[in-house]
C-alpha cells in the first residue's frame, strides 16, 4: 500500500512552491487584463451602435457557449495552421484573459445596468459628457454590485489555471504532473498539490465571503433600493 513519506514531501516542495508563485502571478496578470477589457465589452454591449453592440454581443455569447479548455486548444494548437504560433505563456494569457473578460463583462454590465437612467441623466444636465458620467457616477456606484463577484471570479481564476497544464505551462498542476511522471508518486505529489491550492484558496474564500457581507451591510442608496440587477451567469470553464 503507498504511503506518504515525510522526506519525499520535503524533496518535492521546492518546486511546487515554484509552480505556485508561477500560479499566483499568471491569475494576477490575466484577471488584470480581463478586468479592464470587461469594463470597455460591457459598455460595448450597451451601446446604441449596433456596429459596436452585435460584435460584442456574438463574442459574449461563443466564449460563454465554448469550453474554455476547448479555447486554449484552438489558440495553441490551431492558430499555428493559420501561420499564427504562439508561445505556451502568450496563448495561455491570452485564452484566459478572452475566457474571464467575456463572464466579467457580463458581471460588469448587471453591476451598471443597476444603476437608474437618472443618474446619467443628472450628470449630463451638469455638463458632464458620457465617459466623464461614467467615470466619475455611474462606475463608482456600480462597483459596490460587481465587487463580490470579481472577487469570487479571482478565486476561481486561481483553480482554473490549472487548465493551462494542457498546453504545457509549468504551473502548479504541471509541475505536479511532470514530478508524477519522472517519480511515480503519484499520491505523494498531488496530495501536496491539494493541500498547496487549498492553503492558497482558502484564505481568498475568506475574503469573498468577508466582501460579500461587508457590501451588504453598507446601507443602500435610496436611488438604489428599487433597482435590480441582472443576473449573473454561472462561473466560467464550467463543463457544458
Given amino acids: 500500500m503507498p504511503v506518504i513519506r515525510w522526506a519525499d514531501l ?6 511546487l512552491l515554484k509552480g505556485a508563485r508561477y500560479t499566483i502571478v499568471l491569475t494576477f496578470v490575466i484577471m488584470a487584463i480581463s478586468i479592464v477589457a470587461a469594463i470597455f465589452v460591457a459598455l460595448a454591449r450597451m451601446s446604441r451602435f449596433r456596429l459596436l453592440r452585435l460584435p ?3 463574442y459574449v455569447e461563443f466564449i460563454r457557449g465554448t469550453p474554455g479548455l476547448m479555447q486554449l486548444y484552438y489558440i495553441f494548437y490551431v492558430f499555428p495552421f ?3 504560433t504562439l508561445p505556451a505563456i502568450a496563448a495561455g494569457i491570452i485564452g484566459m484573459s478572452i475566457n474571464y473578460t467575456a463572464y466579467l463583462s457580463e458581471v460588469y454590465r448587471a453591476g451598471i445596468t443597476s444603476v437608474p437612467k437618472t443618474q446619467m441623466e443628472a450628470a449630463e444636465s451638469l455638463g458632464m459628457s ?3 458620467a461614467m467615470r466619475l457616477v455611474i462606475l463608482p456606484q456600480a462597483a459596490r454590485v460587481v465587487l463580490p463577484p470579481t472577487v469570487n471570479y479571482l478565486l476561481g481564476l486561481f483553480k482554473d489555471t490549472s487548465l493551462l497544464s494542457v498546453i ?6 504541471f509541475t505536479g504532473i511532470l514530478l508524477g511522471a519522472t517519480t511515480y508518486k503519484y499520491l505523494t505529489i498531488f496530495t501536496e ?4 491550492y487549498f492553503i492558497i484558496c482558502y484564505p481568498w474564500a475568506l475574503l469573498a465571503t468577508w466582501v460579500e457581507r461587508r457590501m451588504k451591510a453598507v446601507p443602500e442608496p435610496v436611488h438604489l433600493k428599487k433597482s435590480k440587477p441582472l443576473g449573473w451567469s ?5 463543463p457544458a
Fill in 10 to 15: 520535503m524533496q518535492f516542495l521546492p518546486a
Fill in 56 to 58: 460584442m454581443i456574438a
Fill in 82 to 84: 493559420f501561420g499564427l
Fill in 130 to 132: 458620457y465617459w466623464q
Fill in 168 to 173: 504545457t505551462i509549468q504551473e502548479l498542476m
Fill in 193 to 196: 498539490v491539494a493541500v498547496l
Fill in 234 to 238: 454561472s462561473g466560467p470553464l464550467a
